[in-house]
C-alpha cells in the first residue's frame, strides 16, 4: 500500500498570503495524484487531479505540481473561505489512498 | 445538478450487519463507476470500496475485505454497501462518491453528505 504524507500538519496563514502544502509518496505514484479540500461540516471537494489539473469550478488560485514522489498544492492569494482540510490522494495503485491532511487556518 | 442521498446508516451492535445506500440523481448513472469513502469521527478520509458501471470490476480495501459487498443497480440509480461483522473500528461516516469516468480512475468528482454508522454495544 502507498503512504502519503502531508506537511505541515497545520498552516496558519493571513489573508492574501500564498499556502505551499506538501505531499509525499511511499513509492512514485507518477502523476496520478489528486487533492481535496474539506471544510468544516462538509463533505470534500475536488480540486485538483493528475497533479496539476484544476477541476471544474476551481479558482485560479488553486494550483498543482508535482510528479513521482513529491507534490504541492500551492494557494495563492489565501481568502477566508479556504480555510479547511486539505487531503492528497493517489490512484496509481490499489488501494487508492489518502494523506493523513493539512488543516489550513486563516489568521 | 449531481446528487447522492446516502441512507442506512444507524447504531449497530459488533458482529452485526447493516445496508448502506445511495440515491443518485442529475446524471447518467450508469455512465460512471461510484465509490464509498468513509471517514471516522475527527479523522481522515479511507477509500471503501468502488465498482465500475457496469459491476464488471470491484475493489476493496484491505481493511473490509470479506466483510462488506459493493453493488449497484443501474435500473434504480442505486448504490449499496452491504456490511457485515461490524466492527468498532468501522464506525464512520460513510459518503457515496461518483468517479469521474465508467472505469474506477479514483478520482471523485462528487460527493453525497454521507450517512453516520455507529458501532457499538
Same mark, same amino acid.
Given at each position: 500500500?502507498?503512504?502519503l504524507? %502531508?506537511? +505541515?500538519?497545520? =498552516?496558519?496563514?493571513?489573508?492574501?498570503? @500564498? *499556502? #505551499?502544502?506538501?505531499?509525499?509518496a511511499?513509492?512514485?505514484?507518477?502523476?496520478?495524484?489528486?487533492?481535496?479540500?474539506?471544510?468544516?461540516? %462538509?463533505? +470534500?471537494?475536488? =480540486?485538483?487531479?493528475?497533479?496539476?489539473? @484544476? *477541476? #471544474?469550478?476551481?479558482?485560479?488560485?488553486?494550483?498543482?505540481?508535482?510528479?513521482?514522489?513529491?507534490?504541492?498544492?500551492?494557494?495563492?492569494?489565501?481568502? +477566508?473561505?479556504?480555510?479547511?482540510?486539505?487531503?492528497c490522494?493517489?490512484?496509481?495503485?490499489?488501494?487508492?489512498?489518502?494523506g493523513?491532511?493539512?488543516?489550513?487556518?486563516?489568521? | 445538478?449531481?446528487?447522492?442521498?446516502?441512507?442506512?446508516?444507524?447504531?449497530?451492535?459488533?458482529?452485526?450487519?447493516?445496508?448502506?445506500?445511495?440515491?443518485?440523481?442529475?446524471?447518467?448513472?450508469?455512465?460512471?463507476?461510484?465509490?464509498?469513502?468513509?471517514?471516522?469521527?475527527?479523522?481522515?478520509?479511507?477509500?471503501?470500496?468502488?465498482?465500475?458501471?457496469?459491476?464488471?470490476?470491484?475493489?476493496?480495501?484491505?481493511?473490509?475485505?470479506?466483510?462488506?459487498?459493493?453493488?449497484?443497480?443501474?435500473?434504480?440509480?442505486?448504490?449499496?454497501?452491504?456490511?457485515?461483522?461490524?466492527?468498532?473500528?468501522?464506525?464512520?461516516?460513510?459518503?457515496?462518491?461518483?468517479?469521474?469516468?465508467?472505469?474506477?480512475?479514483?478520482?471523485?468528482?462528487?460527493?453525497?453528505?454521507?450517512?453516520?454508522?455507529?458501532?457499538?454495544?
Open positions: 500500500e502507498i503512504v504524507t %502531508q506537511s +505541515p500538519a497545520t =498552516l496558519s496563514l493571513s489573508p492574501g498570503e @500564498r *499556502a #505551499t502544502l506538501s505531499c509525499r511511499s513509492q512514485s505514484v507518477s502523476s496520478f495524484l489528486g487533492w481535496y479540500q474539506q471544510k468544516p461540516g %462538509q463533505a +470534500p471537494r475536488l =480540486l485538483i487531479s493528475d497533479a496539476s489539473n @484544476r *477541476a #471544474t469550478g476551481i479558482p485560479a488560485r488553486f494550483s498543482g505540481s508535482g510528479s513521482g514522489t513529491d507534490f504541492t498544492l500551492t494557494i495563492s492569494g489565501l481568502e +477566508p473561505e479556504d480555510c479547511a482540510v486539505y487531503y490522494q493517489q490512484r496509481s495503485n490499489w488501494p487508492f489512498t489518502f493523513p491532511g493539512t488543516k489550513v487556518e486563516i489568521k | 445538478e449531481v446528487q447522492l442521498v446516502e441512507s442506512g446508516g444507524g447504531l449497530v451492535q459488533p458482529g452485526r450487519s447493516l445496508r448502506l445506500s445511495c440515491a443518485a440523481s442529475g446524471f447518467t448513472f450508469d455512465d460512471y463507476a461510484m465509490h464509498w469513502v468513509r471517514q471516522a469521527p475527527g479523522k481522515g478520509l479511507e477509500w471503501v470500496s468502488g465498482i465500475t458501471w457496469n459491476s464488471g470490476a470491484i475493489h476493496y480495501a484491505d481493511s473490509v475485505e470479506g466483510r462488506f459487498t459493493i453493488s449497484r443497480d443501474n435500473a434504480r440509480n442505486s448504490l449499496y454497501l452491504q456490511m457485515s461483522s461490524l466492527r468498532a473500528e468501522d464506525m464512520a461516516l460513510y459518503y457515496c462518491v461518483k468517479d469521474e469516468n465508467s472505469i474506477l480512475t479514483g478520482y471523485y468528482d462528487s460527493w453525497g453528505q454521507g450517512t453516520l454508522v455507529t458501532v457499538s454495544s
